[in-house]
């Protein structure tokens, strides 16, 4: 009875999946490294908004789920951002240093439309430190790969085939890196959250 039940339950999910209808697409735009909208606003009133500011750019499928109203859209993205870490620059000092980083995000958000253009989503995020640089001469060694998981949340609108999206991503698990340079080995937590503003383009 167990197995009728199960393969009917697999029978249900093939069905809804096979009636889907699919979008695909691409997207860029923005990401910001911060933790609030008020941090954002501080950093642009004091100049230092550059220092933490990157992009994105990437590839999106959308799977409309027929009857419920939902969708569920995986997303694969290249991401650019630059944050600060604090170094030991001497035996008695330390200093903020720009880090440079790459990496591969797979948000995969499950979604709800309203009111014709707009919408909400939520899902986890799945992150791959690709490469690392920071700017400091001294630094002889930088491995800053890792794997990490987040959680993405936003809200859009899309009118026709261009759609405008903000979202906030929060990690869950930390991507530490090492750094080597003359006065030795650090490790640092290059895990950051981010405000995200994409455009995006259905064809």
Known sequence: ????????????????FSQAQIDFGIKAGINYNSDSFKEVTDDIINGSAESRTGFHGGIWLRFKLPM??????????????????????????TQKVGYD?????????????????????????????????????????????????????????????????????????????EVFSALGSANFDTRVNQIIIGLSYRF
């Open 1 to 16: 009875m167990k197995k009728i039940i199960l393969s009917l339950c697999f029978l249900f999910a093939a069905v809804h």
């Open 68 to 93: 419920v109203g939902w969708y569920i859209k995986p997303e694969l993205v290249y991401t650019s951002l630059k944050s600060e870490v604090n170094l030991r620059t001497s035996p008695t000092a």
């Open 101 to 177: 980083f790459q990496k591969l995000d797979i948000p995969v958000l499950i979604g709800k439309k309203f009111l014709k253009v707009a919408y909400v989503n939520i899902g986890p995020s799945f992150q791959y430190l690709i490469d690392g640089d920071l700017d400091f001469e001294d630094v002889t060694n930088l491995n800053a790969d890792g794997f990490t998981v987040g959680m993405q949340l936003g809200a859009g609108v899309e009118i026709g085939k261009l759609g405008l999206d903000l979202r906030w991503e929060r990690a869950f698990s930390d991507v530490e890196s």
